[in-house]
T-cell receptor, first 113, second 113 residues
Framework: AQSVSQHNHHVILSEAASLELGCNYS??????LFWYVQYPGQHLQLLLK??????LVKGIKGFEAEFIKSKFSFNLRKPSVQWSDTAEYFC???????????FGTGTRLLVSP | EAGVTQSPTHLIKTRGQQATLRCSPI?????VYWYQQALGLGLQFLLW???????NRGNFPPRFSGRQFPNYSSELNVNALELEDSALYLC????????????FGSGTRLTVV
């Protein structure tokens, strides 16, 4: 079965620190990949997605992610986090054979001012 | 464009009762997905409806059921509520899930006492 792993369940950073959240998936075929963010008390929002082309994808609020096919990874990065980035981040994967998006278990990020 | 709307925002029920949660997708979206977000468990897939039909269900007991109406809105019913059903229930809709992923609603917080 397809699965998505987010190894960092909780991450605590100070403002201005760099962020990298890991995401690995288990599927050998062609996939599309997504990162969603859930700010406290808000709904899940799409942060960025990879569909095809340049494996380095830029999203909203200065986030980016790199698709490395050989490593089955789609790690999320931000050079300098802000307090307002405190949220839960979910990685998700889908391909045309999937009937639904498969989500990771999420990573809670706390940025201290 | 109106987003995915869910009602009610909060719902408190006692054990053994039934709960009904509602979801209206974005106009033009024909697929509706239901997820359960329980503390520490990430997003657990519940049900997928498309064009009025149930297409897939997750690993949940039969007391979790739902339907999709001709206008593509959807209802999730949970019978014989148990304490562990307390969670945030998220509805999402999509037009082309492979290309664009999902758009989520703000959820219904169900508390079973």
């Amino acid at each position: 079965a397809q699965s998505v792993s987010q190894h960092n369940h909780h991450v605590i950073l100070s403002e201005a620190a760099s962020l990298e959240l890991g995401c690995n998936y288990s599927y050998g075929g062609t996939v599309n990949l997504f990162w969603y963010v859930q700010y406290p008390g808000q709904h899940l929002q799409l942060l960025l997605k990879y569909f095809s082309g340049d494996p380095l994808v830029k999203g909203i609020k200065g986030f980016e992610a790199e698709f490395i096919k050989s490593k089955f990874s789609f790690n999320l990065r931000k050079p300098s986090v802000q307090w307002s980035d405190t949220a839960e981040y979910f990685c998700a994967v889908i391909n045309t054979g999937f009937q639904k998006l498969v989500f990771g278990t999420g990573t809670r990020l706390l940025v201290s001012p | 464009e109106a987003g995915v709307t869910q009602s009610p925002t909060h719902l408190i029920k006692t054990r053994g009762q039934q709960a009904t949660l509602r979801c209206s997708p974005i106009s033009g979206h024909t697929s509706v997905y239901w997820y359960q977000q329980a503390l520490g468990l990430g997003l657990q897939f519940l049900l997928w409806y498309d064009e009025g039909e149930e297409r897939n269900r997750g690993n949940f007991p039969p007391r979790f059921s739902g339907r999709q109406f001709p206008n593509y809105s959807s209802e999730l019913n949970v019978n014989a509520l148990e304490l562990e059903d307390s969670a945030l229930y998220l509805c999402a809709s999509s037009f082309d899930r492979v290309k664009y992923g999902y758009t989520f609603g703000s959820g219904t917080r169900l508390t079973v006492v």
